[in-house]
């Protein structure tokens, strides 16, 4: 048989497979640490893995990865991708409020970026997004969930969507509807909630222009009871559902998440563990940002606790214009082993496989299994716990996207066999 590329002699590649497909709990100890051993991709999916496949297949092209590690590719299941109306002035703002300045300070927040957003071009919104994309290919992402959330009405919340559903890029693109990110300055919250239900999210079904809904429900933005209000009309909307809960204090989020059964509960900065014993029962995945509260200051969620009672966790950058304009998955899976107490093989998990979960992809991406699209990140680094050691570095050596290479330094070493 002939195929397309062989992936020989890591020194590690890790599968991310197990039974369970979700990882949680005492499951990541079993996790498969492969040495020396081969993958074989055709037509874009993993046909074969396994020990010198290239004695008994032929391959038009090989990699030899010796002294690298292998895993799936990244997959960034939190990004707010779309938008314009950068925000480094907040950091400014906030290194001399420390020293105790009495400078002019620029208004900022989510509002700034609305304004801005809503004065571009769905072309400039493209143009935008297309570099960030480039940067998160290079980090080794290849699959992100993208939000709306910086247009606050239907006609620039439609032009985001419109912009994730247009752009043409190597990284797969999860669309989500969080036009409930805020609550414009010309309506209360429960003119807004009601707009959202009566208008955007039939909208959104009708145009066909995302697979998620989200709301931030937070004090000072979505009540638990607007914010469910909405998702249940998301839902009747044929609408997947996300919510981001208890980021700056515990609203009881995590609780309201498992009640609605919602595929994934995101930052969990600040809930309670009664919420996070509920979203383990109710099988909903935990989306932790340990790079924002990191850039916040704020309180780092109890992921030892999460882990004990089986919560499964994905990791996220968080991609955004405000505390998290960052597109580093290595940066991510630094800080969740150092903030978060988090080993290196049970961030990276949290980085692929069950953060594909988080985007309902799971059954495509995130592990490397036979009959799976093969997105694969080789690293330089000559095991998984190099990774999180060498840090502030990208140590991306070649990305593979659905067999093909779309990213690869220079010094690869590709052998064309045919």
């Not at 990541?28 to 993958?39: E, Q, S, V, W």
């Not at 989500?176 to 805020?182: L, R």
């Not at 919420?275 to 340990?290: D, F, H, Q, S, Y």
Request: proline share 4%; net charge neutral.
């Amino acid at each position: 048989m002939i195929v397309d590329l062989i992936i020989k002699n890591p020194n590690e590649l890790l599968t991310m497979s197990l039974p369970n497909k979700i990882i949680r709990g005492r499951d990541y100890k079993n996790i498969p640490i492969l040495k020396n051993t081969d993958i074989a991709i055709k037509n874009g999916i993993i046909i074969k893995i396994g020990k010198n496949l290239d004695k008994e297949l032929k391959a038009k092209k090989i990699i030899n990865c010796e002294g690298k590690t292998v895993l799936p590719s990244f997959v960034d299941c939190h990004t707010h991708l779309i938008f314009s109306g950068t925000r480094e002035f907040e950091l400014v703002n906030k290194i001399n409020k420390t020293r105790g300045s009495n400078s002019e300070v620029m208004g900022g927040g989510i509002k700034y970026t609305v304004s801005c957003t809503r004065k571009s071009s769905k072309e400039e919104l493209k143009n935008l997004a297309i570099k960030r994309l480039n940067r998160m290919l290079e980090e080794g992402i290849t699959s992100i969930e993208a939000k709306s959330g910086y247009g606050l009405d239907w006609e620039n919340e439609k032009k985001i969507l419109e912009v994730i559903k247009e752009i043409s890029h190597e990284i797969d693109i999860i669309p989500t509807f969080m036009g409930a990110h805020s609550i414009p300055d010309d309506l209360t919250p429960e003119k807004y909630t009601e707009i959202l239900i009566n208008e955007m999210i039939p909208n959104v079904k009708k145009y066909n222009l995302a697979k998620f809904c989200d709301v931030f429900c937070e004090n000072g933005f979505f009540s638990n009871e607007l914010a469910e209000k909405i998702l249940i009309s998301a839902k009747k909307n044929n609408l997947k559902l996300k919510i981001h809960v208890d980021q700056l204090s515990n609203t009881n989020g995590a609780e309201l998440s498992a009640k609605l059964g919602v595929v994934s509960a995101d930052h969990l900065d600040y809930s309670s563990e009664e919420g996070i014993k509920a979203m383990a029962k109710a099988n909903v995945i935990g989306v932790l940002t340990p790079t924002i509260t990191f850039r916040l200051d704020t309180k780092f969620p109890n992921v030892t606790f999460m882990m004990e009672n089986n919560l499964p966790i994905a990791l996220s950058t968080d991609f955004n214009p405000g505390a998290g304009y960052s597109e580093s998955m290595y940066l991510v899976i630094y800080f969740a082993c150092l903030k978060l107490k988090m080993l290196p093989i049970e961030a990276l998990a949290s980085a692929t496989i069950n953060a594909a979960y988080a985007c309902n992809i799971g059954n495509k991406v995130g592990s490397i299994e036979v009959s799976k699209n093969a997105d694969i990140l080789i690293v330089d680094a000559p095991n998984h716990n190099y990774i999180p050691y060498h840090y502030g570095v990208n140590l991306t050596n070649m990305v593979i996207k659905n067999g093909k290479i779309v990213f690869s330094k220079k010094d690869s070493d590709i052998i064309e066999c045919l």
